[in-house]
């Protein structure tokens, strides 16, 4: 890679909203570098769908991104991380990360007891993205999971301090109390905007893992490590492309981001296909 | 149209499973109708998707079962018949019938005090599906809508009975009440599966209309009417087809529908899409 490819963008993609979480921290911490997100909110949500879409869609995604001339590509999704990273790096010739390996570290990094918590969506849960990755990094790891997919509606609805979210969240939280885990990870990029919620029924002494501020040291640490650092003294620009009309995205996406997206465009499924 | 389509089958579509309580009706009613059915589990949902989107989604898996030789289109989805016919209508040469007119005239059969509430997904009450149809069968009609897009996940998530799916139900519909409604049109074809819930907060003297049912004493009039009434004396043989795999939906689709699947076939996103 030479010196040229500096200055290029690196790509984000999630199957929705929910990778904006991880941007922001990248954003936060790697302030002049390009960003390009792709959001495929036309067939949004992945969680409930097979390994072979999520891996198809995931795919299509990767390709329209490097047609951006990205030099990194940062899977923004624990669903699409849980199963596509192999097939991507076969396929792109960029590095690839996923948010599964650097939660999972982070969580090692936290825990004191060894008993770490995982909630995500069902095919993260069911592929036992993040337990095994665990154990890989320390056998000696208690692991405990449980797929809560209705976190993923109720905070696209903005029913962060409901009640019925407080109860939801009790249905599927309150066996963690008796795993006594003392770590907890948000394996999925939704679950951050839940954070209060979620924290008052494990207990504010467990400690919550969002994926989005580990990736995006190991982001940086990456670039760094290569070479391939932005050497800009500006803000970088980011742009965002979504797969369905980019209305409601903008206004649930800025209160995510927490600054303005002006560069904001709609592609057609047909492109992202063929 | 010939005596020999009489034995083609009726068509019927819908994003994902919530259509088969339509089914359910339709084989009730007529058992000796073909039928094959489309559900787009890989792009499910459609309600949160803008109108562009489910019209294209739409004119897809209509295309697709044009070559399946149907003799007409049901469209088994609120969201899809709320944005959809119109183009339908242009493009496909068979009847198309949706779910919209059906629940509409059938709550005004109902109503004995003029005041009709609607619950449906976002897109179905933020194009005023039902208000405007009710209004256009009578002038006179007060109608109340309401978005009630956690009910698809909690029905997915087989919630049924749950208590935050009361509370949910509350927050949603307690509304009603004020309003003084004595019909409530269903208006997404999951809706029938949290009957119980969503009757217990409104009240049992409100009565519910599942469109499914008139939608299906509509098409068989349109079949008597138009010479296209099948004439077999045998069961009609019944086909299933998703997009995304179909482990997941057959075993939801057997509990909806009450019977065993056995023709259940997988399609490609992209010969949907070509």
């Known amino acids: 890679m030479n010196f040229m490819n500096r200055s290029n963008p690196i790509g984000f993609f999630d199957s929705g909203i929910g990778g904006l979480t991880v941007v922001k921290e990248a954003m936060r911490l790697l302030p002049n570098e390009n960003i390009v997100y792709f959001g495929d909110t036309a067939r949004v949500p992945y969680g409930s769908k097979s390994n072979s879409t999520v891996i198809e869609y995931t795919m299509q995604a990767a390709r329209f991104l490097m047609k951006k001339n990205i030099k990194m590509l940062v899977v923004a ?61 320390n056998g000696k790891i208690k692991v405990f999971e449980k797929a809560c997919p209705l976190f993923v509606p109720l905070a696209e609805e903005g029913w962060l301090d409901h009640k019925a979210t407080h109860l939801i969240a009790r249905e599927y939280l309150e066996e963690f109390k008796e795993h006594e885990i003392d770590t907890l990870i948000l394996g999925c990029t939704h679950y951050p905007i839940l954070t209060e919620t979620i924290s008052k029924v494990v207990g504010k002494k467990v400690k919550l893992i969002n994926s989005g501020l580990p990736a995006s040291y190991i982001l940086k640490n990456y670039l760094e490590g290569r070479g391939i650092r932005s050497q800009s003294v500006q803000i970088g620009y980011h742009e965002f492309y979504v797969s369905d009309v980019p209305a409601k995205f903008k206004n649930i996406a800025e209160r995510f981001l927490g600054r303005k997206i002006d560069n904001l465009n709609k592609i057609d499924l047909e492109d992202l296909i063929k």
């Open 77 to 137: 999704c624990n669903t699409a991380s849980s199963v596509a990273l192999d097939e991507l790096r076969k396929e792109i010739n960029v590095p690839v990360i996923g948010v599964i390996e650097p939660g999972a570290k982070m969580a090692l990094d936290e825990t004191k007891n060894g008993r770490i918590g995982v909630i995500g969506t069902y095919a993260t849960i069911n592929n036992k993205a993040y337990s095994s990755q665990l154990k890989k990094l």
